[in-house]
């Protein structure tokens, strides 16, 4: 799938986002195994959402797409466990990345950034709070509702304007997600890596329990 800038302009008009002025080409590619762990660990265009030590033994990094409802649910039923007993532990650390597999994922992900700026405790906050009122902002006047979140948090709705309008936010966003796609081969969401290795799609708790425990014993 390639998504032009034509295409991501035209949608705009269809979705209510006009505020979003354009989104860089992007190819997704289905591909094996990201090339090694350094890759996955290389810097990106953003500073790493994480939470947990940098010095853990065991860091998981997730890519997903806000409007992902395996994601979502993923968020609702599994994270909040691996959370309690491995994050706040200090046992691994977790990177949320974002790839955004339309428009309206985008403008999520935008906002997100916007309101937690650096602070990563608030970024997970409000993407928490985007996956669980998914269907709303999804389903319903995307940018209405997304306005509303993000007043919510504490923007104004000239500062919600300025955030979905920032060319140069998306291209960041763009650029990360183009580097998982053509270097780590992520094609879908949710995508993880443990400690380097790939895991694709909705994972249970039992099935990263088996894995962090493995690694924490090595």
Known sequence: ??????????????????????????????????QSASDVAKPGSMPDMALGPATSPVTITEYAS???????????TVFPKIKSEYIDSGKIRWI???????????????LARCIAKDDAGKY?????MLF????DWVSKNTTETLMRIGKQAGLSQQA????????????????DQKFASEVLK????????INGEMVKGATSFEEFDKRIKALLKS
């Open 1 to 34: 799938m390639i998504i032009t800038r034509r295409a991501f302009t035209t949608a705009l008009s269809l979705t209510g986002l006009s505020l979003l002025v354009g989104f860089s080409p992007l190819r997704l590619i289905d591909g094996a195994m990201a």
């Open 160 to 175: 919600v304007e300025d955030c979905l309008k920032d060319q140069a936010l998306l291209d960041k966003i763009a650029a």
């Open 96 to 110: 949320f990345r974002e790839f955004p597999l339309d428009i309206k994922a985008a403008a999520g992900s935008m």
């Open 132 to 135: 669980k009122q998914q269907t």
């Open 124 to 128: 997970f906050a409000v993407i928490d």
């Open 186 to 193: 992520v094609s879908s969401t949710p995508s993880f890596f």
């Open 66 to 76: 806000m409007t992902c409802g395996h994601c979502a649910n993923f968020h609702e």
